[in-house]
């Protein structure tokens, strides 16, 4: 079984979240599962949903605030072992490059 989560933690601040949300980051690296931060979330892989309830939940409580949102997303994989890199090289063969592009700064 493979779970992977999308999850997005942000105070309700001015200014920049960075801080805020660096913490939420580091609360998940408390947890025994795989992570990748974009820029517009974090994306989480565990064997087990409930690592991902976990690791979410720690990661809004790390966010100091008087007003915080969560969003979380879930894929639960319950018949396929498969990990997100998987998912990814799927997509990558069927467009026959990765599927990235840089961005122009």
């Known amino acids: 079984m493979t779970a992977f989560g999308f999850l997005s933690v942000a105070p309700v601040i001015e200014g920049s979240m960075s801080g ?7 609360a998940i690296e408390d947890h025994d599962v795989g992570y990748q931060t974009t820029p517009m979330g974090t994306i989480i892989e565990a064997e087990d949903p409930a690592d991902l309830f976990g690791a979410a939940a720690d990661a809004h409580a790390a966010v100091d605030a008087d007003r915080v949102e969560t969003f979380l997303k879930i894929d639960d994989k319950r ?8 998912k990814v090289e799927s997509v990558a063969e ?4 990765d599927p990235e592009q840089d961005f122009e700064e």
Do not use: T
């Open 20 to 26: 805020e949300v660096a913490k939420a980051v580091a």
């Open 79 to 86: 018949a396929v072992e498969q990990a997100a890199g998987e």
């Open 94 to 97: 069927e467009l026959g490059h």
